[in-house]
């Protein structure tokens, strides 16, 4: 048997070529006859287009067309999008309403400017906190509705449960909203040509790209060819092709010519989606001794008009956390005028962990028990809402672990009791929690005559690791070494494995290659006893054995290689498919685990900084450690992110003030101590047969609680606000 390969560190086999600027993203693809689109965003928060006047822009040079509401394309609005420039509405400042075409971007980008706009304006919403009153129920989401109220036998309501709790706590928490801030800029390249488009942008799956598409293009999805092998980070922002791409793709068919838009950095942020910020109310009840005896968590959210928030706090984690016979969820949404709210990483997670866990760290304080035990006290061995039992949990196990490894032994309990120089430390803790989503998908692998596989489906590589995940598990199953095995992703022509959103790229696509790499090597063997000129013609494929590269028989064996030159061939390939069965009706299937984190609170101007942070995390069997670290230490470094940097500020006007990468404060090396991250091994094959659960949003859940609830160990101060600023602490 070869070395097992699943399981041991590797580099991203994409690596060079990233470093090196030999990765194509979207926005670096040319063609001959390219023009430039440059958006024109709106500079009112809401209200209506009177009139525009494009005159100048239009006779300005190289300029080609300029698009507004009154002269666009159609786009069909697809649900849950907006369909750019197909009406005089304004919801949101920095929104886009007009497309300026011409020959060069500067061109494009100089008449951009001289388009002028007459707004009739409307008084924006934009304070949760002040719109609170017109907040209402959100719809059912994954069938679960937006009140969900269990009660244990003859209690009234979680009001009298709560009530009749020897101890409670109730604080209300907010979150401040986000942008995704990927790396690379919203942008898109697009051609048409003879009714057939090609699409080169950041998406989290060609797929559902090719069907939105189709659907705002109004062409059936053969007419679209989506191209997109390297994505420069997305978070959920690019899931759904957003107003440049469906724009570049129009433009390209009304102008027959290749269009590119790429949005600024400022654009960006204002022109596509957010994660909103949030306003949560949690209510703990408990016995003397910890137990849970209720909870109430009550979250709101920012919506988009005809829409539906997308971070829904309460219901992803009170509703599945803690075992606690009384509960009550209540999720609302209010509509803003902001850019379109939507799923980012953890949506919902990453909001109601702060509150759950930061109200968690307050129940330990008011009962004066250890907040590790605390929460080992109440952990649920069996799904509260679903009340089905997990299919793997070990969080007890992360919580000792994690305890251990991190010296929580040395936590005091007394704030501002310990002092270094002029800094107060302290530590605090909080739990992840993660569900697990697995799609169906198919993969091709091949086997090739020069001693190389070959693996393929359409799934996205967002930076996450995918590019080496696919060559891994296939090395895996084929006992063959990583470098022989060539991946191949992101174009629409592969067989489809879906989006990767939800944490489900390796546990969707890591079954279906070890489908395809069996069925690969049963048609090897086939042809090897059908084929003439084969060594082992005329034999029963029973007799024959395939094990890491070589095929034996009786009294012989050779490499793959050998024996398809020997047949005439130049490979074989096969495709294989793996989808979730009825496993789900039986088990929940969650990732879970523990958050360390360590702080320093300056004891004259209140600044906080992290000092060491631990991750320990029960995610099933783990593919490629060096990768699926990185997406854990990524993860909890957001989650330090959101505890202490990053906001959208919005003035009263409704202006983003904020909207570029000098004001969006996100951590520099500096804001970030070393992040140690351990991984439990325990695979989950109830899941899927690979074992493994979701990575990609774990790590940022509870990072932001832990670190406040750090804070309030080093200085006895409760910050129910992310971020956590000096100004707070003082
Ligand atoms: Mo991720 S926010 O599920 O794309």
Same mark, same amino acid.
């Given at each position: 048997?070869?070395?097992?390969?699943?399981?041991?560190?590797?580099?991203?086999?994409?690596?060079?070529?990233?470093?090196?600027?030999?990765?194509?993203?979207?926005?670096?693809?040319?063609?001959?006859?390219?023009?430039?689109?440059?958006?024109?965003?709106?500079?009112?928060?809401?209200?209506?287009?009177?009139?525009?006047?494009?005159?100048?822009?239009?006779?300005?040079?190289?300029?080609?067309?300029?698009?507004?509401?009154?002269?666009?394309?159609?786009?069909?609005?697809?649900?849950?999008?907006?369909?750019?420039?197909?009406?005089?509405?304004?919801?949101?400042?920095?929104?886009?309403?007009?497309?300026?075409?011409?020959?060069?971007?500067?061109?494009?980008?100089? !008449?951009?400017?001289?388009?002028?706009?007459?707004?009739?304006?409307?008084?924006?919403?934009?304070?949760?906190?002040?719109?609170?009153?017109?907040?209402?129920?959100?719809?059912?989401?994954?069938?679960?509705?937006?009140?969900?109220?269990?009660?244990?036998?003859?209690?009234?309501?979680?009001?009298?449960?709560?009530?009749?709790?020897?101890?409670?706590?109730?604080?209300?928490?907010?979150?401040?909203?986000?942008?995704?801030?990927? &790396?690379?800029?919203?942008?898109?390249?697009?051609?048409?040509?003879?009714?057939?488009?090609?699409?080169?942008?950041?998406?989290?799956?060609?797929?559902?790209?090719?069907?939105?598409?189709?659907?705002?293009?109004?062409?059936?999805?053969?007419?679209?060819?989506?191209?997109?092998?390297?994505?420069?980070?997305?978070?959920?922002?690019?899931?759904?092709?957003?107003?440049?791409?469906?724009?570049?793709?129009?433009?390209?068919?009304?102008?027959?010519?290749?269009?590119?838009?790429?949005?600024?950095?400022?654009?960006?942020?204002?022109?596509?989606?957010?994660?909103?910020?949030?306003?949560?109310?949690?209510?703990?009840? !408990?016995?003397?001794?910890?137990?849970?005896?209720?909870?109430?968590?009550?979250?709101?959210?920012?919506?988009? !008009?005809?829409?539906?928030?997308?971070?829904?706090?309460?219901? @992803?984690?009170?509703?599945?956390?803690?075992?606690?016979?009384?509960?009550?969820? =209540?999720?609302?949404?209010?509509?803003?005028?902001?850019?379109?709210?939507?799923? &980012?990483?953890?949506?919902?997670?990453?909001?109601?962990?702060?509150?759950?866990?930061?109200?968690?760290?307050?129940?330990?304080?008011?009962? @004066?028990?250890?907040?590790? =035990?605390?929460?080992?006290?109440?952990?649920?061995?069996?799904?509260?809402?679903?009340?089905?039992?997990?299919?793997?949990?070990?969080?007890?196990?992360?919580?000792?672990?994690?305890?251990?490894?991190?010296?929580?032994?040395?936590?005091?309990?007394?704030?501002?009791?310990?002092?270094?120089?002029?800094?107060?430390?302290?530590?605090?803790?909080?739990?992840?929690?993660?569900?697990?989503?697995?799609?169906?998908?198919?993969?091709?692998?091949?086997? =090739?005559?020069?001693?190389?596989?070959?693996?393929?489906?359409?799934?996205?590589?967002?930076?996450?690791?995918?590019?080496?995940?696919?060559?891994?598990?296939?090395?895996?199953?084929?006992?063959?070494?990583?470098?022989?095995?060539?991946?191949?992703?992101?174009?629409?022509?592969?067989?489809?494995?879906?989006?990767?959103?939800?944490?489900?790229?390796?546990?969707?696509?890591?079954?279906?290659?070890?489908?395809?790499?069996?069925?690969?090597?049963?048609?090897?063997?086939?042809?090897?006893?059908?084929?003439?000129?084969?060594?082992?013609?005329?034999?029963?494929?029973?007799?024959?054995?395939?094990?890491?590269?070589?095929?034996?028989?009786?009294?012989?064996?050779?490499?793959?290689?050998?024996?398809?030159?020997?047949?005439?061939?130049?490979?074989?390939?096969?495709?294989?498919?793996?989808?979730?069965?009825?496993?789900?009706?039986?088990?929940?299937?969650?990732?879970?685990?523990?958050?360390?984190?360590?702080?320093?609170?300056? =004891?004259?101007?209140?600044?906080?900084?992290?000092?060491?942070?631990?991750?320990?995390?029960?995610?099933?069997?783990?593919?490629?450690?060096?990768?699926?670290?990185?997406?854990?230490?990524?993860?909890?470094?957001?989650?330090?992110?959101?505890?202490?940097?990053?906001?959208?500020?919005?003035?009263?006007?409704?202006?983003?003030?904020?909207?570029?990468?000098?004001?969006?404060?996100?951590?520099?090396?500096?804001?970030?101590?070393?992040?140690?991250?351990?991984?439990?091994?325990?695979?989950?094959?109830?899941?899927?047969?690979?074992?493994?659960?979701?990575?990609?949003?774990?790590?940022?859940?509870?990072?932001?609680?832990?670190?406040?609830?750090?804070?309030?160990?080093?200085?006895?101060?409760?910050?129910?606000?992310?971020?956590?600023?000096?100004?707070?602490?003082?």
């Amino acid at each position: 048997m070869a070395e097992p390969v699943v399981g041991r560190p590797h580099n991203r086999v994409d690596g060079p070529l990233k470093v090196s600027g030999r990765a194509a993203y979207g926005a670096d693809h040319s063609y001959p006859r390219l023009v430039h689109g440059y958006a024109v965003t709106s500079t009112i928060a809401h209200g209506v287009i009177r009139a525009m006047d494009t005159s100048t822009a239009e006779r300005s040079p190289g300029v080609i067309a300029v698009y507004t509401p009154f002269n666009a394309f159609t786009i069909h609005p697809v649900e849950g999008l907006r369909a750019p420039l197909q009406d005089t509405a304004v919801a949101h400042h920095g929104q886009i309403v007009a497309l300026v075409v011409a020959e060069s971007f500067e061109q494009a980008r100089a !008449a951009a400017f001289t388009v002028e706009v007459d707004y009739d304006e409307r008084r924006p919403a934009v304070s949760l906190a002040e719109e609170e009153g017109n907040a209402r129920p959100i719809p059912p989401v994954m069938g679960i509705p937006p009140v969900v109220t269990r009660l244990a036998d003859g209690v009234p309501s979680i009001t009298a449960a709560l009530a009749d709790s020897h101890i409670t706590v109730s604080a209300a928490y907010t979150t401040a909203p986000q942008a995704h801030a990927a &790396m690379e800029p919203y942008s898109a390249v697009v051609t048409w040509d003879d009714g057939r488009f090609t699409v080169h942008n950041g998406t989290q799956g060609v797929g559902l790209q090719v069907q939105t598409l189709a659907q705002a293009l109004g062409v059936t999805t053969d007419d679209i060819h989506a191209v997109n092998p390297f994505v420069g980070g997305s978070f959920g922002g690019k899931y759904r092709p957003n107003a440049e791409v469906q724009l570049a793709a129009a433009a390209a068919r009304a102008l027959r010519r290749p269009v590119k838009v790429v949005l600024t950095r400022e654009q960006s942020f204002t022109g596509t989606v957010i994660r909103s910020g949030t306003r949560q109310r949690v209510s703990l009840g !408990a016995a003397a001794d910890g137990t849970l005896t209720a909870l109430s968590h009550r979250a709101l959210a920012g919506a988009v !008009a005809d829409r539906e928030s997308a971070e829904l706090s309460a219901q @992803r984690t009170s509703l599945a956390w803690y075992a606690v016979p009384n509960l009550e969820v =209540r999720q609302t949404s209010v509509p803003l005028n902001t850019p379109d709210p939507t799923i &980012m990483r953890a949506p919902g997670e990453a909001s109601g962990s702060f509150a759950l866990e930061s109200a968690m760290d307050e129940l330990a304080v008011a009962l @004066r028990m250890d907040p590790v =035990r605390l929460r080992i006290k109440n952990n649920a061995t069996v799904h509260p809402y679903s009340g089905l039992p997990f299919s793997g949990k070990h969080l007890v196990e992360c919580y000792r672990l994690g305890a251990e490894r991190f010296g929580w032994r040395r936590r005091g309990t007394r704030p501002r009791s310990r002092l270094d120089g002029e800094w107060y430390t302290g530590m605090g803790m909080a739990t992840s929690v993660y569900p697990g989503f697995r799609n169906p998908a198919t993969v091709k692998v091949g086997l =090739r005559a020069d001693g190389t596989a070959l693996v393929s489906c359409d799934t996205a590589d967002l930076g996450t690791g995918m590019w080496t995940v696919l060559p891994v598990v296939a090395a895996h199953s084929l006992g063959l070494p990583v470098r022989r095995v060539e991946p191949r992703l992101g174009d629409s022509e592969l067989s489809p494995a879906g989006s990767v959103g939800g944490s489900c790229g390796v546990v969707t696509v890591g079954p279906a290659i070890m489908a395809a790499a069996h069925n690969a090597v049963a048609a090897l063997l086939s042809l090897a006893v059908g084929e003439p000129s084969s060594p082992f013609h005329g034999l029963d494929p029973a007799d024959l054995r395939y094990d890491s590269g070589r095929v034996s028989g009786p009294g012989r064996s050779m490499d793959f290689d050998d024996l398809l030159e020997a047949m005439g061939r130049s490979g074989v390939e096969a495709l294989g498919t793996a989808a979730p069965g009825d496993e789900s009706e039986r088990y929940v299937f969650d990732s879970f685990g523990a958050q360390f984190v360590e702080v320093r609170v300056n =004891r004259w101007t209140g600044e906080i900084r992290v000092s060491r942070a631990l991750g320990v995390m029960d995610a099933g069997r783990i593919v490629n450690p060096k990768t699926a670290r990185s997406q854990i230490v990524g993860g909890m470094i957001w989650g330090i992110s959101a505890a202490l940097h990053e906001g959208l500020h919005l003035d009263a006007s409704g202006h983003l003030v904020n909207a570029d990468l000098a004001n969006y404060l996100i951590p520099v090396n500096a804001d970030v101590p070393e992040v140690d991250v351990h991984f439990l091994d325990h695979p989950d094959t109830r899941f899927n047969p690979l074992g493994s659960r979701g990575i990609g949003e774990l790590g940022i859940v509870g990072t932001a609680a832990a670190v406040a609830n750090a804070v309030h160990n080093a200085t006895g101060i409760r910050l129910r606000e992310l971020p956590m600023t000096l100004e707070h602490v003082l």
